[in-house]
């Protein structure tokens, strides 16, 4: 992915930090990942504890960073990328329990966290990232994972793929097979997908025939689809196969272990 930090700051800077009329005047799909406020409906209904410290692995131009630092004490944003974290200070230079970190996943050895949030962040050697995310997880903390479903309908229709996507089976077996680590994992599928959600079902509400007929089922289609996909996902509830034609998965694996 293009590192769009620059011409993004650039951009807020003229606009004095008026995200709405920036992306009004300014309607790239890029600009609405990073800035959109759309974004922060993924994690928004959580219930995270607010004395709680959390650890956001990748800065993604701060998209998520303000909604962590609202909702816990104390949010640690790790990145490589200086000019992301750059911006991502700049956005959220009034709050004041953020701290940024130059670094990768592989190489930090600071402190444990409640929280370790990877929300498309996730990158392979997957099963190493996610031993790696767990270790750094305090007795009982919680891994927050979101990326694509390899199998998403959306990328069947002919939406360009994420370089990293896992199914769900795929996935739960990475969260829940590795003995050292026990715990478990709840599933979430947000739609259109995660990146710009806007309804999030979960395994005990999904989605029935009709529900998804006629909704915005992704903002990346291709100008031609290979098939009519509010007529697919009919088929796939009806059929109850939704969990695995979701286009993205939202995971939240709780750790058991004791201190």
């Known amino acids: 992915m293009n590192d769009l930090s620059p011409e993004i700051r650039n951009l807020y800077v003229k606009y004095q930090g008026d995200i709405k009329t920036l992306l009004k005047e300014n309607p790239g799909l890029d600009y609405m990942y990073a800035l959109s406020d759309i974004r922060e409906n993924l994690l928004e209904w959580f219930e995270f504890d607010e004395s709680a ?3 956001q692995i990748g800065s993604d131009y701060g998209a998520l960073t303000g909604l962590y630092s609202r909702k816990v004490k104390q949010v640690t944003v790790l990145d490589s990328n200086h000019n992301n974290l750059s911006f991502n200070r700049l956005r959220h230079q009034k709050r ?3 701290s940024y970190v130059i670094g990768n996943l592989d190489t930090y050895t600071g402190e444990r966290f409640d929280y370790v949030v990877m929300v498309g962040t996730l ?25 694509s479903n390899r199998l ?16 769900r089976q795929e996935l739960l077996e990475l969260l829940c097979g590795n003995e050292e680590f026990d715990g478990t994992a709840e599933f979430y599928y947000p739609m259109p997908d995660y990146k710009l959600p806007v309804t999030i079902y979960s395994d005990s509400y ?8 006629h909704a915005i089922l992704a903002y990346d289609y291709p100008k031609y ?25 939202l995971t939240i694996w709780s750790r058991h272990e004791e201190d």
Do not use: H, W
């Not at 995310?133 to 009982?140: C, E, G, S, V």
């Open 206 to 213: 999904l989605p029935s025939k009709g529900d998804l007929t």
């Open 225 to 249: 689809l290979r098939f009519d996909l509010g007529k697919m996902f009919d088929e796939v509830c009806e059929g109850k196969e939704f969990q695995t034609f979701a286009n993205s998965f």
């Open 96 to 98: 004041d329990n953020i």
């Open 152 to 167: 998403g309908l959306k990328y069947q229709a002919g939406a360009i793929a994420n370089q990293s996507r896992l199914s």
């Open 123 to 147: 990158k392979e050697p997957y099963e190493e990232q996610i031993r790696e995310a767990k270790a750094l997880l305090k007795p009982k903390g919680t891994l927050i994972l979101s990326l």
């Open 53 to 55: 410290s959390l650890l």
